[in-house]
């Protein structure tokens, strides 16, 4: 188990990360969602010991490792770029941990041989890297990292600079791939759909700070404050002062709402339904869904429908909000739960 | 049958003529004259292979020739390594860059006649600062052959260091930090990450920088001039000032251009052979 107590990193007098407090436990795969600029890096950095915490400690199994350098740490690092050793073929790149480790050449080709089954490499060991197409350089990247077998694993942003469909069909193996090697596997993503599809256990952070960290499935249906709502929706949260609400009584104690896309509706589903008008500003159509970007109440709101529809801009347009679909934060931002239930 | 389009000649035309007038047409100029004996009233004769069996007959030719190559080889082996070196301690940031980037600059800004004349004055007994000072301890400079190879050296490395170092450097600040990164997890040493690394990443500008440094130190005229005026340094630059025959001159620039244009392509075969940055072995594709 992975676990930061009070951890901040200040560099020449701005704060990178404030106040960190995190357990990462080994087996799940843990994923830092943010934008960027939100300090993923800078702690991903932390935990592998590249950098030292201007403040606050990182325990590692119990153990306190905060100053304990890079090397001496049993840390396997994935980059968004592709880092591999240019030099040397695809099957010497994946040994090259074991190699440094003195392990004996009968278990690393037995080592290779899995890791390259598993993604897919066998074809490609006797290959140098840049040969290889993007997809398959991160490939070798991970592998080298699976035969490390180290108790951290750090993947930063991995997928990000490979194309759509490579994304795809990496981003579903990756959880089976580190599944048995029960590390901590931390995984830095900008995209909130990333952390729903890896599942997992998901941290939120924003300008160095962590807004909410737990399951991932809970964070994003109860999110701990405005800002960890904002970062976990995509597109974006639409929100609206309670007083500018259709039934504000109902949403007694909050001051700001807010509702994701696609609960906006364009057909009532129950009677209690909240009923907005708002002006049509801008389609945007995704092959089977429809982006209608609103003005209500002076709000800028985006309506997620599925289908093709065609509005004008201009055109008023009356949408449909369920009561339990909106979510109620207070005047510090926080999310008021507990009396919605109460009610 | 697509049909076939004559205008793409038009288009290439341009090329065409700026190749034809800077290097197609001079070169068979000389070609050209290294077959015929020139009058001296401008009458020309066909005299076949003649010149240039009389130039690789000619024992002073080979010589000079064996000297180019020994100081082409020295220039290398200085400067590449030394270029590499400095590459590898140039700050990375700040300030330190744009100083460094300057100061490396103004060598190769320098005409190379003007710096065959620096080094003149430089290694003069009466006046030169490194003359004097060899003098001063006992040594008499511009005695001999080696002084004038030992001040052309020193001058070469002086003059063409900073354009290996700013090559090297380019390769260098283009490797992502992640590697480093990378390397510091493994636990890489400094020499790893320099020979599994750094040295990889900058395979290819190295390449080019060996052979424009190996045809430039290899063609080497000017700056001997300048230096020694009188000296032997390189037999083909004096003999070219003294000898009079437009024919011999010419097949021994075309020897020259020959022996070039050979050593640069076994280079480049040899050096890019080994290259994993090579984009030309995807055309193996599946049969690896």
């Known amino acids: 188990m992975l676990e930061l107590r009070d951890v901040s990193r200040r560099v020449s007098g701005v704060n990178h990360l404030t106040d960190i407090s995190l357990r990462l436990e080994r087996g799940a795969l843990n994923v830092l969602m943010g934008p960027t600029r939100a300090g993923k890096t800078s702690l991903i950095r932390l935990m592998a010991g590249?950098?030292?915490?201007s403040a606050g400690s990182i325990l590692f199994d119990g153990q306190d490792v905060t100053g304990k350098p890079v090397s001496k740490r049993n840390v396997a690092m994935v980059y968004q770029q592709f880092v591999n050793y240019p030099g040397w073929t695809v099957r010497e790149n994946i040994a090259s941990p074991l190699k440094v480790r003195g392990v004996d050449a009968a278990e690393i080709e037995r080592e290779v041989k899995r890791a390259a089954d598993l993604l897919r490499l066998r074809e490609l060991l006797d290959r140098k890297p840049l040969e290889l197409s993007g997809g398959q350089q991160q490939r070798v990247a991970i592998a080298r990292a699976i035969v490390k077998k180290a108790g951290l694993v750090l993947l930063d942003e991995p997928l990000a600079n490979l194309d759509y469909k490579l994304r795809e069909d990496l981003r579903a193996e990756l959880p089976r791939l580190f599944a048995d090697s029960a590390a901590v596997v931390v995984y830095a993503t900008t995209e909130p759909a990333e952390a729903l599809l890896l599942d997992g256990v998901t941290v939120a952070m924003h300008e160095g700070r962590v807004t909410q960290a737990g399951p991932t499935q809970s964070v994003y249906r109860q999110p701990r404050d405005l800002t960890t709502a904002r970062l976990f929706s995509d597109p974006p949260l639409n929100t609206l002062p309670v007083s500018e609400a259709a039934n504000p009584a109902r949403f007694a104690g909050a001051v700001t709402l807010g509702v994701r896309p696609h609960h906006v509706r364009l057909q009532p589903r129950s009677a209690a339904s909240d009923i907005y008008v708002g002006q049509v500003e801008s389609i945007e159509i995704n092959g089977s869904e429809s982006f209608v970007r609103l003005s209500v109440k002076g709000q800028h709101w985006v309506m997620l429908a599925r289908g093709i529809h065609l509005f004008a801009p201009g055109t008023s347009l009356t949408v449909y909000v369920e009561p339990d679909d909106v979510m109620r934060f207070d005047a510090a931002g926080a999310a008021i739960y507990a009396r919605r239930e109460a009610a | 049958m697509k049909p076939v389009n004559q205008k793409a000649w038009f288009l290439v035309t341009p090329v065409l003529v700026l190749v034809a007038l800077s290097a197609v047409i001079p070169l068979m100029t000389v070609v050209n004259y290294s077959v015929?004996?020139?009058?001296?009233?401008?009458?020309f004769a066909w005299v076949g292979d003649e010149w240039y069996r009389e130039v690789l007959h000619n024992e002073k030719f080979w010589n000079a020739l064996w000297r180019n190559l020994v100081f082409s080889g020295i220039i290398l082996a200085i400067q590449i390594p030394l270029g590499v070196f400095i590459a590898l301690n140039m700050?990375?940031?700040?300030?330190?860059?744009?100083?460094?980037?300057?100061?490396?600059?103004?060598?190769?800004?320098?005409p190379w006649y003007v710096v065959g004349m620096i080094w003149q004055m430089f290694g003069r007994v009466d006046i030169g600062l490194m003359g004097v000072m060899l003098r001063d301890f006992g040594y008499n400079y511009e005695g001999d052959p080696m002084d004038a190879w030992f001040t052309l050296i020193l001058m070469d490395v002086w003059h063409w260091t900073s354009l290996v170092a700013l090559l090297a450097y380019a390769g260098l600040v283009s490797i992502p930090d992640a590697y480093y990164q990378a390397a510091r997890i493994d636990g890489a040493s400094k020499w790893s990450v320099f020979r599994h690394i750094q040295l990889p990443r900058m395979a290819r500008v190295l390449t080019i920088a060996i052979l424009l440094r190996f045809m430039d130190s290899f063609m080497?005229?000017?700056?001997?001039?300048a230096v020694i005026a009188g000296g032997d340094p390189v037999f083909l630059s004096t003999e070219l000032k003294q000898t009079v025959e437009l024919g011999q001159k010419a097949a021994m620039s075309i020897i020259y251009f020959l022996i070039i244009l050979a050593l640069s392509w076994v280079f480049y075969a040899v050096m890019t052979r080994n290259d994993g940055e090579g984009g030309r072995k995807n055309v193996r594709g599946g049969e690896a």
């Open chain 1, 50 to 53: 590249l950098d030292r915490p």
């Open chain 2, 36 to 43: 015929q004996y020139v009058g001296s009233t401008g009458r």
């Open chain 2, 91 to 110: 700050p990375r940031k700040g300030w330190g860059v744009p100083a460094c980037l300057v100061l490396m600059s103004l060598p190769l800004l320098v």
């Open chain 2, 220 to 225: 080497i005229f000017t700056e001997p001039f």
